[in-house]
């Protein structure tokens, strides 16, 4: 699935939306807050309109997003078979990331827009919206919803907030633009309660993510002479505390905020002999992530990347932290 056109515009989009009545949206794989705050802000929005949606992510929506309304109408593509006349996957830079069970549904319809904010998107669909300035496909999909008058209803109005929030860091990264902190006003004069949303998000972990740090922490590595910090999460620890994907989201800016430390890594055991790579740089003249991560087939932004890869877990974090070095040294 690929398009020659170039970007398209908001109207484009818009019209698409306007003639049709039964809408899938779709985002990636272990979805994160701007993943499923997009799907849920523009789902309740066409809604609102009279359209027909569907909210579908292969894994489902992460139980620290659960708070939010309208994610108990994410559903996964188990046992559901979809009839849609449009298709919008929003946050995913490449096609395949959508899963398995996504693709099989979206083969039997006939209109896929693509929004997404990643510089790395491979600009996959008959239609395309991708924006690499913006620090959050939310804060895309509040644009959107601007630009065409659409509704901005409570439920949107806090899944944008929380999209816009996360994949921010809490405003922190620097990829925050001076856009980014007008939307947010926008929001909270929408509303939106930046207190008791930020606590949601930021403030409510089970103990399980504490258990969790503490065995990271036993097998943390500084490397490349204080520049590079990495663990290794085993499939046995993951078994041992019946984690979930959600237990492990953004530990690895704990240990990417350790001083003399430049590039943070976390290297996660799969089933099927897969290693997930998640990836952190806090200075992109010294280490693009997305360029290290895309040599092992990989990709997102320059401070924030990832990728899988089929090996042995030791292995895939010595060739790792070897190429990082040599980058680096």
Known sequence: MSSDLQN?????????IRNSSRILILSHV???GDAIGSQIA????LEEIGKEVFLMNEDGCPSNLSFLKGSDKVITPAGNKIEADLCLVLDTANYERIGLGCSSIVEGIENVINIDHHITNEMYGDLYYVDPSSPATAQIIFEFLSDQKLPINPTSRDAVFIGLSTDTGGFRYPATTARSFEVAADLLKLGADCGELSSMVYERYSFKRIELLRELLANLKITSNGKVASWVLSMEIKNR?????????????????????QVAVFFEELKCNDIRISMRSKNVNLADVSKICGNFGGGGHPLAAGAKVEGDVLGVEGDVLNYIDRLIS
Not at 8 to 16: T, Y
Not at 42 to 45: E, H, I, N
Not at 241 to 261: A, C, K
């Open 8 to 16: 398209c515009s908001f109207e484009d989009i818009g019209n698409k």
């Open 30 to 32: 272990r979805p994160d």
């Open 42 to 45: 523009l789902g309740s929005s």
């Open 241 to 261: 505390l019946s984690l979930r994907p959600e237990d492990s989201e953004n530990l690895t800016d704990v240990i990417r905020g350790i001083d003399t430390v």
